[in-house]
């Protein structure tokens, strides 16, 4: 999730953002374990995917 966040004050959309950080996970960046979807599929995007202002 802080990667999220992180994404989001970088300008990202927030699919961009949770799409960007699945990809990363699946590729194995966060570690060889995470790359089962039982870490990162549960995650979904529903709503606004603007990108947000803080």
Partial sequence: MVAYYQG???KKGRREALSQIQR???EGKKGKKYQHPYYWASFIFSG???PMEF
């Fill in 24 to 26: 990363d996970w699946l």
């Fill in 8 to 10: 989001l004050k970088a």
């Fill in 48 to 50: 606004d995917s603007t």
